[in-house]
């Protein structure tokens, strides 16, 4: 790396610290902080890709990029990191531990927050592109199959299967009165393993109605190990 690209990912990351550490004004650092984590993060993910191993975006990290994420449609693109611990997910969207390796068979399982990254997934509509970029720098399209909202106490989601799938999920309703809640926005993809190619047929979500608010069964075989919803999803 060039000095002068070191020095100016060392400023972005004072930036961060300095300002996480600052008093009041909260609101308007979280956006703030996520958009300036993610310049960081798109250069080292440049920069693993050009070292072909895991780059930390700043010297403390516990994290690191694994994919990147865009939605042509939308204009949005995205590095995912590498667990969904809240630390991670202040930063940018991260990769659920358990669920399959993003690009790879089964299913990978992406959380982020409603009020910064993940902010537009409501606007997401089925068969819109999605495109992924794996950590060699292969590129695999997927397309929006379905959306759903989900009660995160009793709702899993299936990550084994034949087929790479993507799940997104970000905490819901996306203007909450009150921060938490136990509902998620989950958005369901499926890929292909060349552009163009034809996309894997996988069942839609099926919500099921109870007492309590809507849950949802995905419909993917094998469903064995289930992961439980993302509990870092608290805002």
Known sequence: MSGRRRGFRFRLAAVLLAAALAQGAQGAWIPAKA????????????????????????????????????????GRSLVVLAGAS???????????????RPGAPGNAV???????????????EEGDLLVLEDGR???????????????????????????????LVA?????PIAPGGPLRYVVTAGGSTLPGAAYPRLSRPTIKSSTSAPTVAMAMAPTSPPAAMPRALNR
């Not at 992406?110 to 997401?124: K, M, N, S, Y």
């Not at 997927?142 to 709702?155: E, G, N, Q, S």
């Not at 905490?171 to 203007?175: A, G, I, Q, S």
Request: a neutral charge.
């Open 35 to 74: 958009a300036l984590a993610q310049r960081l993060l798109d250069a080292a993910w440049t920069q693993s890709l050009t070292l072909g191993r895991p780059v930390r975006p700043w010297p403390w990290a516990d994290t690191w990029p694994v994919a990147r994420i865009s939605f042509p449609r939308l």
């Open 86 to 100: 809240g630390e991670a997910l202040a930063f940018g969207p991260g990769h659920v531990t358990g669920s399959a």
């Open 110 to 124: 992406i959380a982020g927050h409603r009020d910064t990254h993940f902010d537009f997934l409501p606007a997401l």
């Open 137 to 167: 720098g292969r590129h695999r399209e997927f397309r929006i199959l379905a959306t759903a909202v989900v009660d995160a106490r009793d709702a899993v989601i299936p990550v084994d299967g034949e087929k790479p799938t993507l799940t």
């Open 171 to 175: 905490c819901w309703p996306v203007d």
